[in-house]
T-cell receptor, first 112, second 115 residues
Framework: QQQVKQSPQSLIVQKGGISIINCAYE??????FPWYQQFPGKGPALLIA?????SEKKEGRFTISFNKSAKQFSLHIMDSQPGDSATYFC???????????FGTGTQLKVEL | NAGVMQNPRHLVRRRGQEARLRCSPM?????VYWYRQLPEEGLKFMVY????????ESGMPKERFSAEFPKEGPSILRIQQVVRGDSAAYFC???????FGSGYTFGSGTRLTVV
C-alpha cells in the first residue's frame, strides 16, 4: 500500500515534443505529490509538486495532472528540450508526514 | 547558501569495514533525512532525524546501520561490517521545521562501493 508505481521506465521524445510520465498510488493517506529531476551524479531536485485539492498545476513547461478518484498523477513536459534529458521520479507523502515514497524513475532522453 | 553538503562523494570499503557518511544540512534547516538509491531504482527512505533525536527510523535495516544528528556537527550515517549489498548511493536531504512546504533539499549523495 506504500508503493508508488511509475511508468514508463524509459522514454525517448523528439525535441519540441511532449513528454508524459505517469504514476499511480494506493495509499489514500498520501496528500503531497512532488516530482523530482535527477541528473547523473547529482541528487534529486524538486521540479514541481501538487496537493490533492487541485487537479492541475503548471509551472513553465512543466504540468502536473492529478486524478484523485483514480489515484493517479502525471507529469507533462511541453516543448521538450535536450537539456531535459534526465531521470524523473514521482513521489508521495502522507499528510503531516516528512518522508517520501518514490517511484522507480523514468529515464527521459530528448533527441534533436 | 551552500546547500546540503555530503561527504565523501565517493567511498570504497572492503567487506567487513565500517562506512561513515556525513551530511551537513542547509543553513536554517533542523531536519535531516537519509535515503538509499540502489542502481536503477528509486530512492528508499531510511531515517528522519532532528537535532539529538531520531524521529522515524522505519526504513533502517535492523542491523549494522545507525544514524545520528548531534547538537553540533553533521549528521552521520554509519554502516558497520559492510557487505556488497550495501553498495548504493546514499542521499541526505534537509528541511526547515515546516517540512515540505518550505523546501526539502537533497545533497549530491555519497556513492558507496563495497569490494
Amino acid at each position: 500500500q506504500q508503493q508508488v508505481k511509475q511508468s514508463p521506465q524509459s522514454l525517448i521524445v523528439q525535441k519540441g515534443g511532449i513528454s508524459i510520465i505517469n504514476c499511480a498510488y494506493e495509499n489514500t493517506a498520501f496528500d503531497y505529490f512532488p516530482w523530482y529531476q535527477q541528473f547523473p551524479g547529482k541528487g534529486p531536485a524538486l521540479l514541481i509538486a501538487i496537493r490533492p485539492d487541485v487537479s492541475e498545476k503548471k509551472e513553465g513547461r512543466f504540468t502536473i495532472s492529478f486524478n484523485k478518484s483514480a489515484k493517479q498523477f502525471s507529469l507533462h513536459i511541453m516543448d521538450s528540450q535536450p537539456g531535459d534529458s534526465a531521470t524523473y521520479f514521482c513521489a508521495a507523502s502522507p499528510g503531516g508526514g516528512n518522508k517520501l515514497t518514490f517511484g522507480t524513475g523514468t529515464q527521459l532522453k530528448v533527441e534533436l | 547558501n551552500a546547500g546540503v553538503m555530503q561527504n565523501p562523494r565517493h567511498l570504497v570499503r572492503r567487506r567487513g569495514q565500517e562506512a561513515r557518511l556525513r551530511c551537513s544540512p542547509m543553513k536554517g534547516h533542523s531536519h535531516v533525512y537519509w535515503y538509499r538509491q540502489l542502481p536503477e531504482e528509486g530512492l528508499k527512505f531510511m531515517v528522519y532525524l532532528q537535532k539529538e533525536n531520531i524521529i522515524d527510523e522505519s526504513g533502517m535495516p535492523k542491523e549494522r546501520f545507525s544514524a545520528e544528528f548531534p547538537k553540533e556537527g553533521p549528521s552521520i550515517l554509519r554502516i558497520q561490517q559492510v557487505v556488497r549489498g550495501d553498495s548504493a548511493a546514499y542521499f541526505c536531504a534537509s528541511s526547515p521545521p515546516s517540512g515540505f512546504g518550505s523546501g526539502y533539499t537533497f545533497g549530491s549523495g555519497t556513492r558507496l562501493t563495497v569490494v
